[in-house]
């Protein structure tokens, strides 16, 4: 397997802007970026399709093990499809996140996914966001960032993002799965949602995407001297 030329990765808690962040960061640099937590979404879409788990919260751990290694879950353009279906918009819903976190607690389905973060990232550039990229998933990582912010200012963030695409959420709700994944994420046994020690902490409560950057830039000029 080619080890990447250089990644970065981006971890923290729910709705910190990580994907923001990291996508723009990507287009900025000339990185690939690539959304791990896309991928627990698509494992949970095809659990709850193929009714390996329920509205109820139950999981079928066997019965959704067994099926993985059939499920063609890969990234195109537009972004994240199981074979030829783009499922971009049904893994964003709070059906699917309110799920998302029990089934990526399983062990067996973080192996799956993380194998399959290190065969699309093979020998490029990238930037991967998620809880355990810079802790699990790429240890030796160039450079690691934690985020992380005030957990009503995420919760408002997620809400008026889901406003503008249609839904109609409670901002209750929303607060409510926010803390609850990461409690589940920070708590589970396998690749638990810690600080990785050498990561720096970007806590953007009160910063806007373009500061965001800014303080990314001054970041990777300092270590990369590739990057401008
Ligand atoms: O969009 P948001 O930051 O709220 O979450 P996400 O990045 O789409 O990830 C969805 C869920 O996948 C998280 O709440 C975690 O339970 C799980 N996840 C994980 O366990 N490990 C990762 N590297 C990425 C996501």
């Not at 607690?105 to 990238?126: C, M, Q």
């Not at 957990?151 to 695409?165: G, I, N, S």
């Not at 990461?182 to 020690?197: H, K």
Request: proline share 4%; hydrophobic share 45%; charged share 25%.
């Amino acid at each position: 397997m080619n080890v990447p030329d250089i990644i970065i990765a981006v971890d923290g808690y729910s709705s910190t802007g990580k994907s923001t962040f990291a996508k723009l960061a990507a287009g900025r640099f000339g990185f690939l970026y690539l959304d791990s937590g896309a991928m627990y979404r698509g494992v949970t879409l095809h659990a709850m399709e193929s009714g390996f788990a329920g509205a109820s919260g139950s999981i079928d751990t066997a019965g959704l093990l067994a099926s993985l290694d059939g499920v063609d879950l890969h990234f195109e353009a537009d972004g994240l499809h199981i074979g030829k279906r783009l499922i971009e918009p049904l893994i964003r819903s709070l059906e699917v996140s309110s799920l998302v976190s029990p089934v990526a607690a399983i062990p067996e389905v973080r192996a799956w996914v993380d194998k399959r973060l290190h065969l699309f990232s093979e020998g490029g550039r990238v930037i991967m966001d998620g809880r355990d990229i810079g802790t699990t998933v790429f240890p030796n990582a160039e450079l690691k960032i934690f985020m992380t912010a005030d957990p009503m200012v995420r919760a408002r963030r997620r809400f008026d993002e889901m406003v503008a695409k249609g839904e109609s959420p409670s901002i209750d709700d929303v607060y409510k799965n926010l803390l609850e994944r990461d409690r589940i994420d920070s708590t589970r046994e396998t690749s638990p949602l810690t600080q990785a020690p050498d990561a720096f902490v970007l806590d953007n409560t009160d910063m806007t995407l373009h500061e965001e950057i800014v303080w990314l830039q001054g970041l990777i000029q300092g270590r990369f001297s590739i990057l401008g």
